[in-house]
């Protein structure tokens, strides 16, 4: 894998079905955002990181499993209706919301004892979504099968994640700077909205590769 054709095939794809996906994705991105503002507002600065968790737990599988259904849908030249993804995206949830929580406990538990460990556990669990939404695994499975399916495409994983989360990051840090010590409510809540949606374009990058790792095995079947 490729990692720079990789990210120039997902922003192409972006761009292109950019309308939609804001669409489908940009309610459900702007509610989190709301909900995790006013959670903010409600309680203790040394409660509200577990809360605002909570709050991303919930609708973090909506808007995800939604945009990776539309993103299978258009591999297979479908045009999927919006209210068919999210009914589809409902009956999906309660796994997805298990995996999601698992998968950041684990990753924020790699992190406390030794960083690059959390950065590791996030490339090999970054197929799990995946195998969840396509195939139905179950969450755990999900997980064991994305470590399995990674094998052999480590450091070209981790240079699309680095390629795409450290300029996110640094937008993150540079948007908080602009606000400065005392921000604006409003101007707060639709940067977020905005850094929120953006980073929705690290799950066409991963779907790209997704779909390359999966490819291989078929391709090697038909050449032997």
Request: net charge negative.
């Amino acid at each position: 894998m490729n990692p720079l054709s990789i990210l120039r095939d997902a922003a192409h794809f972006f761009s292109r079905n950019l309308q939609f996906i804001a669409t489908l994705c940009l309610p459900l991105v702007a509610a989190e955002c709301l909900a995790r503002a006013i959670v903010a507002s409600l309680t203790d600065s040394a409660h509200s990181p577990a809360y605002e968790l909570l709050v991303g737990l919930f609708f973090y599988p909506l808007y995800s499993a939604a945009l990776i259904l539309f993103l299978d849908a258009r591999s297979q030249g479908q045009r999927p209706a919006i209210r068919d993804l999210l009914a589809s995206t409902v009956q999906l949830w309660p796994a997805f919301a298990v995996l999601a929580g698992l998968s950041t406990l684990l990753i924020m538990l790699g992190g406390a004892l030794f960083l690059p460990l959390a950065l590791y556990l996030m490339v090999k669990l970054a197929f799990a979504e995946y195998l969840l939404v396509l195939r139905g695994l179950a969450p755990l499975q999900a997980m064991r099968e994305s470590f399995l399916l990674s094998i052999g495409h480590f450091w070209s994983l981790l240079a699309c994640v680095l390629l795409v989360i450290v300029p996110l990051w640094l937008l993150d840090d540079w948007t908080l700077q602009l606000l400065g010590e005392q921000p604006d409510a409003i101007g707060s809540l639709i940067l977020d909205i905005v850094n929120g949606f953006l980073q929705l374009f690290s799950t066409v990058v991963l779907f790209r590769c997704f779909m390359l790792c999966n490819q291989r095995p078929t391709e090697d079947s038909h050449s032997s």
